[in-house]
């Protein structure tokens, strides 16, 4: 008989099970700048249906999140009309790990360093299931995109460009 190891809680997985929330986890072999087009593929699901965690800062280097469907870009501009802010672009990974608690490609909005605002591309609330990494690379755990709201309170926004 063999023994299979659980893997070990990561602050994503513990904040889902602290509220509850009901989700899968999908274990894939992380690629070096393959982003959602690799985990998708390992998992047989649409890149429309992986959601990407972006940290990102304003004009006052404020931190804040954006979730996106893993096919999409972002649009800074629109972001940041919406989010009545000057100016929104990506952190440089090293302050994203510092904000987040999370390495680069491991990044989850759950269980993060500090509590950062969250941004949620409006779209994905349509979605029936989401991938959306757990905390570490090559793990993403599937959900109902609606726990996001229930445990983050993100504003909705629709910022999404054809990638």
């Not at 979730?67 to 629109?78: P, Q």
């Not at 990974?93 to 987040?100: E, G, L, M």
């Not at 690379?137 to 445990?151: N, Q, S």
């Amino acid at each position: 008989m063999r023994n299979i190891i659980p893997v070990a809680d990561t602050p994503a997985t513990a904040f889902l099970k602290s509220h509850k929330v009901i989700y899968t986890e999908h274990k894939y072999a992380y690629v070096e700048h393959g982003g959602t087009e690799v985990s998708a593929r390992s998992l047989g699901v649409p890149e429309y249906a992986v959601v990407k965690t972006l940290v990102m800062q304003d004009e006052t280097a404020r931190p804040l999140i954006v979730l996106m469907h893993g096919d999409r870009k972002v649009s800074t501009k629109n972001l940041a009309r919406q989010a009545h802010r000057k100016r929104i672009e990506p952190c440089k990974p090293d302050a994203a790990q510092r904000h987040s608690g999370y390495q680069v490609g491991g990044t989850s909005p759950f269980g993060t360093r500090k509590k950062l605002p969250v941004y949620l591309e409006r779209s994905i609330l349509e979605l029936p299931k989401i991938y959306i990494n757990g905390g570490r690379r090559g793990f993403l755990v599937g959900l109902a995109p609606g726990e996001i709201v229930r445990t983050l309170g993100p504003a909705l926004v629709t910022v999404a460009l054809e990638d």
